[in-house]
């Protein structure tokens, strides 16, 4: 009989325990995302603020809907697209500050910095706005998720379009660092492969303002296509600068990472009919026109698809916190690795071992003028190309956790 009670009080405190643990394995109560981005630079129309607003609309809409036990808290700084400044700072929160996860992250150096540390002290990364397929290959962790895009999916939409509609030969304009590079890698690859040659190639200082003697450069080659391997401002200074000297039309652009904030800024009448690839766009169904008209009523511009990955994934990484019951990062992580992504981002979106998040991509081709009909109404959606084309298979994956 006794020991009956002592089995029953047994079980009974183990209940109490696991019943509890929701809040009671969230380090002091608190889940703390930190969001990490460009504020002031060549990168802050398609990622900064907008980004922070994405991240506290996650934040709130999470809140009424999951009720969590536990409080949600954001913090936001600068990374000014040094890689020393961002590390430094997410060591700070990490230490310091109880930060749980270091989020949005655009331009891959502060990335590949930050995931280091992240690493070391078991946190969470989650990347809207990088680009570089290393982040999921050789340099890939078990505590990071590269989300919205990768030069992979650029190069395999918008090169691979461009060449085979008769763009077969080529000229790149490159941003000197890891993501220009690996763009004009993975889109130099697509570009052979479909028959094209590349001609030659300039590297630029990021950020850059004066192009001229890198457009004179692509100009004398006499390629058909001149593929801007760079973002941002360095996109639209280019483009304007191409212009102004006469490249084009007598050669074509191709922005191989272009955002709506480009189009935008830049106008239809520069831009109609280029090509580019993105994972997300404001106007494809009823789900993303209700969440864009959120944003902008907030923000005043529609966003950008690494706007709206930030949200998505501060969504899913929240959800996943209190599905796991906790904020350490490696049972967080298994469980967004385990639950299928599903909202106005991505439908039956996932995370594979190696952190990246398959989605469908889209190819798009900006309208002209004329067939623009209300504002933002800037995209032509010409192709949907499948989560498990988009991007690099796991057979070529350089990642140590995948097994093969």
């Known amino acids: 009989m006794q020991m009956k009670k002592l089995s029953t009080l047994a079980c009974a405190a183990a209940f109490?325990?696991?019943?509890g643990a929701a809040s009671a394995q969230v380090s002091g109560n608190t889940v703390k995302v930190g969001v990490l981005t460009d504020m002031s630079g060549t990168y802050s129309d398609l990622a900064g603020a907008g980004a922070v607003?994405?991240?506290?609309?996650a934040i709130a809409d999470f809140i009424a809907e999951a009720k969590p036990e536990f409080k949600v808290e954001m913090v936001s700084a600068d990374h000014q697209n040094k890689a020393d400044i961002a590390s430094n700072k997410a060591r700070e929160w990490f230490e310091r500050e109880g930060v749980d996860a270091a989020t949005e992250l655009v331009t891959?150096?502060?990335?590949?910095?930050?995931?280091?540390?992240?690493?070391?002290m078991n946190r969470v990364t989650l990347m809207s706005g990088p680009g570089s397929t290393p982040i999921t290959n050789e340099q890939c962790t078990d505590?990071?998720?590269?989300?919205?895009?990768?030069?992979?999916?650029?190069?395999?939409?918008?090169?691979?379009?461009v060449t085979q509609q008769g763009g077969d030969t080529w000229f790149f304009l490159t941003a000197d660092y890891a993501f220009g590079q690996a763009l004009e890698r993975d889109s130099s690859a697509v570009v052979t492969a479909n028959g094209g040659k590349v001609l030659g190639s300039v590297r630029h200082p990021f950020p850059a303002s004066d192009f001229s003697s890198f457009l004179l450069q692509a100009q004398a080659s006499g390629a058909k296509i001149i593929g801007l391997a760079n973002a941002g401002a360095d996109t639209t200074n280019a483009i304007k600068q191409a212009a102004e000297f006469g490249v084009t039309p007598k050669q074509a652009l191709a922005g191989l990472l272009m955002f709506i904030s480009d189009v935008h800024s830049l106008g239809l009448q520069s831009t109609q009919g280029m090509y580019l690839t993105t994972g997300f766009?404001?106007?494809?169904n009823d789900d993303t026109r209700a969440w864009s008209k959120r944003f902008f009523d907030k923000h005043k511009?529609?966003?950008?698809?690494?706007?709206?990955?930030?949200?998505?994934?501060?969504?899913?990484?929240?959800?996943a916190v209190k599905a796991a019951g906790t904020d350490e990062a490696g049972k967080v992580m298994a469980q967004m690795k385990a639950t299928p992504i599903n909202d106005f981002f991505a439908k039956n979106g996932r995370?594979?071992?190696?952190?990246?998040?398959?989605?469908?991509?889209?190819?798009?081709?900006?309208?002209?003028?004329?067939?623009?009909?209300?504002?933002?109404?800037?995209?032509s959606i010409r192709q949907t190309i499948p989560a498990d084309e988009a991007f690099l298979p796991l057979a070529q994956s350089k990642c140590p956790l995948v097994k093969k």
Do not use: C, F
């Not at 766009?281 to 494809?284: A, H, N, T």
């Open 16 to 19: 109490a325990m696991l019943s």
């Open 53 to 57: 607003l994405a991240t506290e609309m």
């Open 108 to 120: 891959t150096s502060t990335a590949l910095a930050v995931m280091k540390v992240a690493k070391e």
């Open 143 to 161: 505590l990071a998720v590269h989300y919205t895009y990768d030069t992979y999916a650029l190069a395999n939409g918008t090169a691979k379009a």
């Open 281 to 284: 766009y404001w106007d494809l």
């Open 301 to 319: 511009r529609m966003p950008t698809m690494v706007q709206a990955g930030q949200y998505s994934s501060v969504m899913h990484y929240l959800r």
């Open 351 to 379: 995370i594979r071992d190696d952190g990246r998040m398959i989605h469908d991509m889209y190819l798009a081709q900006v309208k002209k003028p004329d067939e623009s009909k209300y504002p933002w109404d800037y995209y």
